[in-house]
């Protein structure tokens, strides 16, 4: 399980910026840390539907919340490693 976190937060560290690799990320961080749509979207504020539409590929978030979901991610993934 550790394995699948420290993936997950090496993804972070290397994205590049693109739709694909930001929709990538919000899949496998529902999967792997087993959380809902609607949990990470309370966290942002933003509605379920949006997260799936990132998840899809379809929208992505402004830049600077972007980069909060990332940065959040990341975290969550290093404290599930421990």
Known sequence: MAG?????????ERFDGSN???????????EDMAIS???LADEFQ???STVSRWS???ARPHPKL???IIDRIKKLAKEAEK
């Open 46 to 48: 933003v509605a379920a």
């Open 56 to 58: 899809r590929g379809v």
């Open 4 to 12: 699948e976190y420290l993936v997950l937060r090496l993804c972070c």
């Open 20 to 30: 694909e690799q930001f929709a990538e990320l919000i899949r496998e961080a529902l």
């Open 37 to 39: 749509q609607q949990v």
């Open 66 to 68: 972007q980069k909060l």
